[in-house]
C-alpha cells in the first residue's frame, strides 16, 4: 500500500497578516508592562532607600548604605543595581515623592525618560 503524502494547506495571506499583528501587538502591551513595573520598582526602591539614608541624618551612613546595598545587589540582580543606578533611584523618589502622581507618569514613561527629567532643574521644565 502507498503511503500518501498530504502536501500542507496554504494559508491565506490575510490569516497570517493578521496574526502578526495580534502577535506585535501583545509583544508591545507586554513590554510596556515591564517597563512600567520595572520604574514603579526603582522608584520605590528609591522611596526606601532615601527614607532611610534621611532616618540617620547622616551623609557617611547614606553613603556607606549605598555602597553597600548596591554590592549585594549587584550580585544577585546585574548591573542595573550598581551605586550609580541606586542613586539615580533616591533621586527619582525625591524629585516625585507622590506616589500618585508618579503612577500617572510611569505608565507612559520608560526609565530612560525619567532619568533625563529628574535631572532637570527648573521644576516647570520637569
Known sequence: MKKIIKKPTSVSRSLVDEIRLLI??????VAATVNSSLVALYWHIGKRMHREIL??????????????LS?????????G???????H??????VFPDEQIVSTL??????????????LKDELRR
Not at 554590592?71 to 544577585?76: A, C, G, H, S
Not at 543595581?81 to 542613586?87: D, P, Q, Y
Open 24 to 29: 506585535n501587538k501583545t509583544r508591545q502591551q
Open 55 to 68: 532616618k540617620e541624618k547622616r551623609a557617611d551612613y547614606g553613603e556607606r548604605i549605598v555602597s553597600t
Open 71 to 79: 554590592r549585594q545587589l549587584t550580585v544577585e540582580f546585574g548591573e
Open 81 to 87: 543595581f550598581a551605586e550609580k543606578g541606586l542613586r
Open 89 to 94: 533611584m533616591i533621586h527619582f523618589a525625591e
Open 106 to 119: 510611569w505608565r507612559q514613561l520608560t526609565w530612560s525618560h525619567f532619568r533625563e527629567i529628574i535631572y
